[in-house]
């Protein structure tokens, strides 16, 4: 060995062997954080075993999040790498879920947290107490084997409880409260929030301390992206209607310390359409348009989900939300109201795993599904542009029939499309006579209607004029799409589930406002 060769490896192995000590940091790092919306509150698990993966955080398997991290992150292999100690197998996708029911900016992502323990029946939970969201993640950061100064993703949930999220539903539901949308008390919370429950800051300073939030993520998490989730509206039934006085005989009472059912009044009964109207306006709508500014104030990625549960809420025949009723059969307590349910959490795992997906490259390809709506028809007779609805209804057998009425009218299908990685180049309606099963001849092809008012909701109208009476009719949506990383693939299609329906020249009218 020369005198050379000698004083570059005297250099060199150091480094190396400084290198070797570390492990290898994994190549994707992503961290969710936020409130009740973010936990899972509502959906507890139903596969046996705990109720929840957090009980004082009411942190659940079904909020979306987990679901979404454990599909991707099939899809991302592990690596081997060596280490200090030999051969080691490196997990390149790792996520961290510290959400937690009841959080807001302060007590709970910046502050200690006592976690959920408010409306249980047998009375408030014991204190437990919880570091800030902040430091749990930067303490996740730091262990082996990740070894990191920053995070590549951060998903965050949080605003709705600083400005009364569940003061606003509780006075809504209450009916010795009297109307909450008339209520200048709850109004001047919401704007100020409240001297004696420092957490809740009201719309007033959500800005300064989302500000003051960013600079301590910042700072102590660097994440390379933030994607703030807005929240879901639940108040309107499947044809888009406020509900009002949604009565399923069930009420919550106070007993002592805690709250118990009764079949007394009702709570959503005291629900009026103004109300419905007022938490749909004054909550859910301004608290996403506020963080929506200031997201792109900040620079980070914001996901308006508020559209695409419009027609899925707590009165609505698939409702996605719960009510005290279906909160207490669920989990045993009625934290859950308001909540989404599990299907409700369905929203949550489509849209994150689109944006992490598409932000990593991870390279998914998943087929264009999604779910038919209870097929709510508007029925539009040509010339005068009256609008009837008719109803979907599950008789004969089980079969699904809708009831078209008379030739010159005009029937609206609905779907709901649930967001998906892939690029959707094409969408069109097909409709037959014949089962699609045996490559049926005579398919009509209708494009949908465009500049729809609901992400993801899909609408195309046909007329039943070359239908006749008591005839059975097949209809399905057709897609095409591409790789999202690879635009000039050639189109995969797919399809969704079939409907069948039989026209018939009887309906039972029902005015549309």
Known sequence: MNKQTALLLAATLPLLAQRVALDPAPKHLIAFMGDSFAAGEGAPSTTGGDKWLSEPCHRSEENGRARAAQL???LVPNRTVFTANGLR???????????????TITS????????ISRMRPEGPGPNVIQKSQIEQIETWMSQAPRNRQSIDTLVISIGGNDVGFAQIISTCMNPLEGDCHQDDHLRSIMENGNFYMPHLIGYNRLRSAF???ERQIRERLNPKRVILVGYPTGSRDEFGQLCDKFDENFHILPNGDGYVPSNFGGATAHVTAAESLFIETSLISRINRERKEIATELGWQFVDIQSFTKTHGFCAAKPWFNTPKTAFAKQGDFNGTAHPNSTGYKVYENFLLREIARAHDIRIERPVTGTHEQFSFRLTRRGSGTQISGNLSDRFGGMPYSILHERNFTAQIKYLLN?????????RLEVSTTDFAFNPTDVRVINPATGLDQDGMLRADFTTSQYGDNQLIFIRWRFESVP????????TVSHSTVARFRVHSILPLIPVD
């Open 72 to 74: 991707l992150g099939a």
């Open 89 to 103: 197998t490196i997990d390149d996708f790792q996520t961290k879920d510290v959400s937690c029911t009841g959080a």
């Open 108 to 115: 709970g992502i910046l502050g200690p947290y006592s976690g």
């Open 211 to 213: 500000l003051d939030m």
């Open 419 to 427: 967001p998906n990685p892939a690029r959707i180049t094409s969408i």
């Open 484 to 491: 999202f990383w690879n635009t000039t693939a050639t189109p």
